[in-house]
């Protein structure tokens, strides 16, 4: 049996939430929540780096839901720099009734995703795991995050420097995965990306 992928719009706090779910051939594992880039820069849920962190998790077993954030696509709302953004996450786990989601997101989409883990600790319904590429930690607020969270990082990422998430990451005594050769979105390089995902999953 093949994977599949369906659309579907659930309530939000600012209107409807536009979501692609990706679905694996065989019983599910559990949910995983992947976060796009940034609105106002052209990002989506159709971003190559988000099908790609799609892809892996459904690979690995996973139902993925992708939400559009608010203003993007078919979502309700205008961009709200990041605090609707959360609260459009949250919507969507809560629809779900999901116990210990895996969270995953791309730059902004990983900053808010940190945000959102923070957020599910203190609830009592924390993330089982987390992923986050090219996280967005200099214009963003990006909180710590939990240990055995997987960071990855393109070598030559001019929109996030390397150096900045080194330095987020080193109070945390947290590792990053530098791709040699990668730039922000990973072009040439989603197959490494995927690669890194599966083979530090447990």
């Given at each position: 049996?093949?994977?599949?992928?369906?659309?579907?719009?659930?309530?939000?706090?600012?209107?409807?939430?536009?979501?692609?779910?990706?679905?694996?051939?065989?019983?599910?594992?559990?949910?995983?929540?992947?976060?796009h880039p940034h609105p106002l820069h052209g990002g989506t849920l159709d971003n190559k780096v988000v099908q790609t962190l799609a892809r892996a998790f459904v690979e690995l077993g996973?139902?993925?839901?992708?939400?559009n954030f608010r203003g993007v696509g078919e979502s309700e709302g205008s961009h709200d720099e990041?605090?609707?953004?959360?609260?459009?996450?949250?919507?969507?786990?809560?629809?779900?009734?999901?116990?210990?989601?895996?969270?995953?997101?791309?730059?902004?989409?990983?900053?808010?995703?940190?945000?959102?883990?923070?957020?599910?600790?203190?609830?009592?319904?924390?993330?089982?795991?987390?992923?986050?590429?090219?996280?967005?930690?200099?214009?963003?607020?990006?909180?710590?995050?939990?240990?055995?969270?997987?960071?990855?990082?393109?070598?030559?990422?001019?929109?996030?420097?390397?150096?900045?998430?080194?330095?987020?990451?080193?109070?945390?005594?947290?590792?990053?995965?530098?791709?040699?050769?990668?730039?922000?979105?990973?072009?040439?390089?989603?197959?490494?990306?995927?690669?890194?995902?599966?083979?530090?999953?447990?």
């Amino acid at each position: 049996m093949r994977s599949s992928a369906r659309r579907e719009l659930i309530a939000g706090p600012a209107g409807k939430i536009e979501c692609v779910v990706d679905c694996p051939a065989s019983e599910p594992h559990g949910i995983a929540l992947v976060a796009h880039p940034h609105p106002l820069h052209g990002g989506t849920l159709d971003n190559k780096v988000v099908q790609t962190l799609a892809r892996a998790f459904v690979e690995l077993g996973y139902t993925v839901w992708r939400p559009n954030f608010r203003g993007v696509g078919e979502s309700e709302g205008s961009h709200d720099e990041g605090r609707g953004e959360l609260e459009d996450l949250a919507a969507v786990i809560e629809y779900l009734k999901s116990e210990k989601p895996v969270l995953a997101g791309f730059s902004f989409g990983a900053a808010i995703q940190a945000r959102l883990a923070q957020r599910l600790v203190k609830e009592g319904n924390p993330a089982s795991r987390m992923v986050l590429v090219g996280v967005a930690v200099k214009a963003m607020d990006v909180p710590p995050v939990p240990a055995g969270t997987i960071v990855i990082h393109g070598e030559e990422d001019a929109t996030v420097l390397l150096a900045d998430v080194l330095a987020w990451a080193r109070p945390q005594d947290l590792p990053v995965v530098v791709v040699p050769g990668a730039d922000h979105f990973f072009h040439r390089r989603l197959h490494v990306l995927r690669a890194i995902i599966q083979n530090n999953w447990k």
